[in-house]
């Protein structure tokens, strides 16, 4: 089985470095990552239920797909391929915002990521590669944020964190509209 890397980063996304994807998150480095949240025409948010035998947050309800480009890939190469690669899927992608978080896990990981945040539009089939995904669901924005306030147990941290802290959903109000002026 071929290890995965990540790109080690500054503050400012430049890169220092690379490391195993596990070390980088058993040590708490600062690595490049990204998170896709895909909406259907009607609004609704796709989610996907984590594999149970993901490495963390297995089981756990989160945004379309998450990961970290490899050295030497860009972001939007990334992306693509994740995309392809969990939810079997293709659609025009832009980049909402980045930031910085840090998060100790339950299982002793931390998640110290640089995080870009991407959103598309996609209508189709969804065709969820096992592996990767237990579940899907398209869920509308008041029920998400409902069972986001009454069962948070149930959602990964990072998903919690980019719908509350940084309002994701008034930033995209934001950029949607722009895209459509």
């Known amino acids: 089985m071929r290890r995965e890397m990540v790109v080690l980063v500054d503050e400012n996304d430049r890169p220092i ?26 609004g609704h948010m796709l989610l996907q239920k984590r594999a149970e035998h993901k490495y963390h947050s297995g089981g756990l ?28 899927i293709t659609c025009p992608i832009k980049k909402a915002f980045d930031f910085i978080y840090k ?16 959103y598309g539009l996609y209508n189709g089939t969804i065709q969820p590669n096992p592996n990767e995904v237990a579940d899907y669901r398209w869920m509308k924005m008041d029920s998400l944020l409902s069972s986001l306030r009454l069962q ?5 941290e990072w998903f919690k964190l980019i719908l509350h ?5 008034d930033r995209l109000r934001t950029v949607l509209k722009k895209d459509k002026g």
């Open 17 to 42: 470095g690379i490391s195993e994807k596990l070390a980088a998150h058993r040590k708490g480095l600062l690595h490049r990552a990204f998170s896709i949240f895909i909406f259907n025409e009607e």
């Open 103 to 118: 998060i100790r896990l339950t299982c002793g990981l931390i998640e110290y990521e640089l995080d870009h945040v991407f």
């Open 165 to 169: 802290e940084h309002d994701l959903l």
């Open 152 to 156: 948070p147990e149930k959602y990964t």
């Open 61 to 88: 309800w989160s945004n379309a797909c998450c990961s970290h480009p490899r050295p030497g890939e860009s972001l939007l190469q990334a992306v693509r391929r994740r995309l392809r690669e969990e939810l079997g």
